[in-house]
């Protein structure tokens, strides 16, 4: 088969970049996935995310290597194997970033990525409940729904606890400013996860021109004898298929496919390449560098008064749930469990808010099996989570072996650097400076984990190492930039040196972004699906 574009990856990115690109009827657009098809109700109910925390069905399950800095604990990866990628089976919460996270891709040589520049392509993506603003779309495929009005009364103790400590009340964390507490939005529509592969990709299936290929897992690039690349090779249903693009493949396999693609085709360090025995076509050794992730650790509280673990942890609560949400498509069911929270200075040096807190009215745990779904802990609770916003560690993905069944190396190198040790302490200091609230002096009845026995830099810091883990925002490894040695694409998303490549998704993040990174993957791929039209219109 030859089309004029290939993108390889159905996922958050992959599903907006076919539409786009499609749209028009002038172009023929492949789209290929490793992944089924989002079949499955859990994938549609936003509580259903649980069911999919560990279901190789839809789920790549990776593993960190051993984090030296974690005690040497191997972490969970969890990243989405099926239409619509991670953003079919993550939790929901819709969050741009700061304008400050896009004016530094800018300043660091990626012309064209300031907010300014960006914030037409966020609004371009998105239909928001509270209609169309200077800072909100109306008429795009993503919808948007603030949970403001559906939150559990403890997460409105939350939001007083905040205000009592000075933090400013923030009504809209996609609005003029990120800081503050407030109440995250999600992205659904009429109760149902609203994701790209739902709203981008379904209705663009209908068109002559945009062919969809699933469980289909890419292999290798192919080149012709100049170097350029010409298609991809994928493995699908036990036999090898060759398809080939006339313009360009993009790759948006995310964060952890996309350098592994890239590096089973001979390009990255060639020194590394050479050990596995695969012939060097490019020497690019940023590929499947400059890792990053926001590292999350909670908080777990026992509650005064009733919760939603009593609801979620019994059967008829949950049938009660359930019948609100078939009846009225609202309720806990309808909603994220990360309800309330905020982006918070940790300290009064930072320059900007550094910290982002998630507030949870109910404390639970997701056990390793896919039938089990949230188990809530057995009493009434609650719990409060942070992650530092802007990490300065950097890790790395890379191949182990050209063994297609071999898992990758992923090392994220959590809290290599002093900053995110010394902002690791200010979150936990932060949270407890919370709880210790009036606001919610009357729902807090005991610090059940870590325990108020655990205090002192050291002890903290203990348990942090012990308990923290990733909050699955995997970004930067295909970074983009204008240097060779330490980026992979330019500023309009082309690979350094290997014509007819492009990437779109979160690994070409310069830098990560405060909050959830969804929303701003999704961002880039409407400006990417621009930049190669422009180009192929010229």
Known sequence: MEVDFIVVGAGSAGCILASRLSESGRYSVLLIEAGGKDRSLWLKIPVGYAK???????????WSAPEPKLNNRRLYVPRGKVIGGSGAINAMIYVRGDRADFDDWQAAGNPGWGFDD????????????????????GQGPIHITPMRDGIHPISRAFLRAGAELGFAQNLDFNGETLEGVGVYDINTRNGFRSHSGVE??????????????????????????????????????????????????ILSAGAVQSPLL??????????????LGIPVRRHLPAIGQNLQDHLCASFYYRSKKP???????????????????????????????????????????????????????????????????????????FLIAFSACRP????????????????????????????????????????????????????????????????????????????????????????????????VVDARLRVHAVAGLRIADASVFPSITAGNINAPTMMVAEKAADLILQDADA
Request: aromatic letters at 8%.
């Open 52 to 62: 999919s925390y560990h279901n190789p069905a839809v789920n790549w399950m990776h």
């Open 307 to 381: 919760t939603l673990n009593g609801l979620f942890g019994s059967l008829a609560g949950k049938a009660w749930l359930g019948a609100q949400y078939m009846l009225t498509r609202k309720g806990p069911f309808a909603m994220s469990v990360n309800q309330a929270g905020g982006f918070l200075r940790g300290n009064p040096a930072a320059d900007r808010a550094n910290l982002q807190i998630y507030f949870n009215p109910l404390s639970y745990r997701i056990p390793n099996n896919p039938k089990a779904g949230l188990l809530p802990e057995p009493y009434p609770g």
């Open 118 to 137: 960006v914030l037409p392509f966020f609004r371009k993506l998105e239909t928001h409940q509270r209609g169309e603003s200077e800072w909100h779309g």
């Open 392 to 487: 300065e560690s950097r890790g790395e993905i890379r191949l182990v072996s050209p063994n297609m069944a071999a898992e990758p190396l992923i090392r994220p190198n959590y809290l290599s650097a002093d900053k995110d040790v010394a902002e690791a302490l200010d979150g936990m200091r932060l949270i407890r400076r919370l709880a210790g609230t009036a606001a919610l002096s009357d729902w807090v009845d005991a610090e059940v984990s870590p325990s108020q026995a655990i205090n002192g830099d050291t002890a903290l810091l203990d348990y942090f190492r012990d308990n923290s883990g990733s909050i699955y925002h995997l970004c930067g490894t295909c970074a983009m930039g204008p240097e060779v040695a330490r980026a």
């Open 200 to 249: 981008y990709l379904k209705p663009a299936l209908r068109r002559a021109n945009l062919v969809l290929e699933t469980d289909a897992l890419a292999e290798r690039l192919l080149f012709d004898e100049t170097g350029r690349v010409t298609g991809v090779e994928v493995s699908q249903h036990c036999r090898l298929r060759q398809f080939h693009a006339r313009r360009e493949v």
């Open 262 to 275: 890239l590096q089973r085709s001979g390009l990255g360090a060639g020194d590394h390449l050479q050990q």
